[in-house]
T-cell receptor, first 114, second 112 residues
Framework: KQEVTQIPAALSVPEGENLVLNCSFTDSAIYNLQWFRQDPGKGLTSLLLIQSSQREQTSGRLNASLDKSSGRSTLYIAASQPGDSATYLCAVRSGVQGAQKLVFGQGTRLTINP | NAGVTQTPKFRVLKTGQSMTLLCAQDMNHEYMYWYRQDPGMGLRLIHYSVGEGTTAKGEVPDGYNVSRLKKQNFLLGLESAAPSQTSVYFC???????????FGPGTRLTVT
């Protein structure tokens, strides 16, 4: 059974710092991995999608990497801003054909202090 | 282009009552999903659909039913609500099984 873990559960850093959020998964047979952002009381916003054949994806100040063999992904946020404060979730898509699903981690609650 | 919308945003039910949550998407996506989000449990898949007229069970389907009569709509029903179904419910959609999923704003349901 696929399990996704995100460490740390919470992170607080001063504005301007570069930071890395971690995601690990137990079964390396994944189709893709998706990073989301969730603001309090809101839905999930998709940030980046990495297919299993890719090593990384970039969008603005965000860079996500994927190492399938070690079961790890990282989300790098450059020059953090207070507006980046949110919970970040990673999710992996895995399972047999016709029964695939997204399995979510518990998230990392990020606070950027001005 | 509204993306994924959900109605209602909030609802309070008494134990045993029934209700239907509506999800609509205007992106012509084939796949649609219903999740619930609970503290300490993360997001869990309830049911999903791979196209109009199809439905399938997810991780936690008991106590819920779904229907996909139109491609753009995915309905989640609770026939007899229980306090254990107090949660935030999210709908999502994707073009295919390998494309990114887009989420709605959620419905906060409380069952007393």
């Amino acid at each position: 059974k696929q399990e996704v873990t995100q460490i740390p559960a919470a992170l607080s850093v001063p504005e301007g710092e570069n930071l890395v959020l971690n995601c690990s998964f137990t079964d390396s047979a994944i189709y893709n991995l998706q990073w989301f952002r969730q603001d309090p009381g809101k839905g999930l916003t998709s940030l980046l999608l990495i297919q299993s054949s890719q090593r990384e994806q970039t969008s603005g100040r965000l860079n996500a990497s994927l190492d399938k063999s070690s079961g790890r992904s990282t989300l790098y946020i450059a020059a953090s801003q207070p507006g980046d404060s949110a919970t970040y979730l990673c999710a992996v898509r895995s399972g047999v054909q016709g029964a695939q699903k997204l399995v979510f981690g518990q998230g990392t609650r990020l606070t950027i202090n001005p | 282009n509204a993306g994924v919308t959900q109605t209602p945003k909030f609802r309070v039910l008494k134990t045993g009552q029934s209700m239907t949550l509506l999800c609509a998407q205007d992106m012509n996506h084939e796949y649609m999903y219903w999740y619930r989000q609970d503290p300490g449990m993360g997001l869990r898949l309830i049911h999903y659909s791979v196209g109009e007229g199809t439905t399938a069970k997810g991780e936690v389907p008991d106590g819920y039913n779904v229907s996909r009569l139109k491609k753009q709509n995915f309905l989640l029903g609770l026939e007899s609500a229980a306090p254990s179904q107090t949660s935030v419910y999210f709908c999502a959609s994707s073009y295919s099984r390998v494309d990114e999923q887009y989420f709605g704003p959620g419905t906060r349901l409380t069952v007393t």
